[in-house]
Nanobody
């Protein structure tokens, strides 16, 4: 079992920045993928960014150049630095952890609200 706790959400004006953090605890593996997804009201959950255990990253097109995902293996923590935020980035952001079995764990989410 893996537990994930997100932090760092809040209210920010358009053009501002926020950094989300997600700390993992429990039985983590050397080979894994951590990521961030988001869900806006009335919309489906959308995968925003991932980083694997080798440091390779992937982003959805809408955040490329504005968001940066990183991880600290020693702290079992993944970060999402969000710059140039837009009102359409408003959503609940969820951290995820996927092990080499293909099992994915989710955090409870943190709300990001971007005002125009």
């Amino acid at each position: 079992q893996v537990q994930l706790v997100e932090s760092g959400g809040g209210l920010v004006q358009a053009g501002g920045s926020l950094r989300l953090s997600c700390a993992a605890s429990g039985s983590t593996f050397i080979t894994d993928i951590m990521g961030w997804s988001r869900q806006a009201p009335g919309s489906q959950r959308e995968l925003v960014a991932t980083v694997d255990s080798g440091g390779s990253t992937n982003y959805v097109d809408s955040v490329k150049g504005r968001f940066a995902i990183s991880r600290d293996k020693s702290k079992k923590t993944v970060y999402l630095k969000m710059n140039s935020l837009k009102p359409e980035d408003t959503a609940v952001y969820y951290c995820s952890y996927s092990d080499y079995h293909g099992i994915t764990y989710w955090g409870k989410g943190t709300l990001v609200t971007v005002s125009s």
